[in-house]
């Protein structure tokens, strides 16, 4: 058997590793108003709210947001700026506080995103060795330890897999119906700025798709 080299193992386990490895946010699905007409009215100043007890999500999501629909033009006012951290998915205001709250921001738009569902999954992730059936006798330590120090087993080991579920929703602040919605999933995040941002993006190219958002 030709002997595969440590370098070449490595390879071969990296480049098998990123093509398993897909996106870690994806919209699942969307859905548009059939009542609502492009172009029929004009919006310039939307309301956005995280609904998250996690502070730190919530604002993080909402500076994103905000960050991104200034970018296409709008005004924003964020829910963290209204309702402080008291605002919560636990602890919101009767709608008609929170309606007169946005229409007075003079806000025409509003949407929320939220934590629908979060799975978390065990699986375990096997050693890996590069063992390979060469003889190792006749050797001398120097030998012997300069063959095998490359290639010593690295151990399994246990993880969690999270899976979060998300969804966003646009309204029209004056009569109340729901515009747009959509769906998205993320796969393990690796920091909440990431995942803000990843989700974000996410939204905003979805929301371009769907109802022709100039980009």
Do not use: H
Not at 24 to 47: H, L, R
Not at 120 to 136: C, D, E, I, L, N
Not at 152 to 180: C, R, S, V
Not at 199 to 213: G, H, N, Y
Request: charged share 20%; glycine share 6%.
């Amino acid at each position: 058997m030709k002997k595969i080299t440590t370098y070449a193992m490595l390879l071969i386990a990296a480049t098998m590793f990123i093509l398993s490895c897909g996106p870690s946010q994806k919209v699942t699905s969307s859905w548009v108003n059939p009542q609502f007409q492009k172009g029929q009215k004009k919006y310039n100043k939307i309301f956005i709210a995280a609904l998250m007890n996690n502070q730190t999500v919530r604002s993080s999501l909402e500076k994103n947001m905000a960050i991104a629909a200034q970018a296409k033009g709008y005004q924003v006012v964020r829910s963290q700026d209204v309702f402080g951290p008291s605002f919560t998915k636990d602890n919101l205001p009767s709608k008609e506080v929170m309606l007169d709250k946005i229409r007075a921001s003079g806000c025409d738009l509003i949407y929320t995103v939220t934590l629908v569902d979060k799975k978390s999954q065990q699986r375990y992730v096997p050693g890996t060795t590069a063992y390979q059936p060469w003889p190792t006798y006749g050797y001398g330590f120097r030998g012997y330890y300069n063959y095998w120090s490359p290639t010593m087993y690295d151990p399994g080991y246990y993880t969690t897999d999270k899976t979060y579920f998300m969804e966003g929703e646009l309204f029209d602040a004056g009569n109340e119906n729901m515009i747009w919605s959509v769906q998205t999933e993320a796969y393990n995040p690796s920091s909440i700025e990431s995942f803000s941002k990843s989700l974000t993006d996410v939204m905003m190219k979805q929301v371009e798709k769907d109802l022709a958002v100039p980009k």
